[in-house]
């Protein structure tokens, strides 16, 4: 498996293992844990910046052909970036 994927923020390729995978369910943006959810997964940089020019260029919505944008919980994203700060840290 290829391990390289594009962020669907800045759109620059990264290692599979550095970037956060992004699913819907049922509409709701969710991050993807493990990265193994079936369906189709967004790829992004785990840093603001890419998260704010996700939301701009809709990229999330396009990715997972899904509605997501309206959804968004900021604050859940926050906690989910924090933790994956550390855990690309450790
Ligand atoms: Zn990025």
């Known amino acids: 498996m290829n391990p390289v994927r594009t962020c669907v923020g800045c759109g620059q390729r990264g290692n599979r293992a550095d970037l956060l995978r992004f699913i819907s369910n049922s509409g709701f943006l969710e991050p993807d844990q493990y990265k193994s959810a079936q369906g189709r997964g967004a790829w992004l940089h785990p840093w603001a910046k890419c998260f704010d020019q996700a939301i701009t260029r809709k990229a999330f919505g396009r990715a997972l052909k899904a ?16 933790q994956a700060e550390t855990m690309l840290e450790n």
Request: glycine content about 0%.
């Open 67 to 82: 509605i997501v944008e309206n959804r968004l919980n900021p604050s859940d994203l926050d906690k989910f970036i924090e």
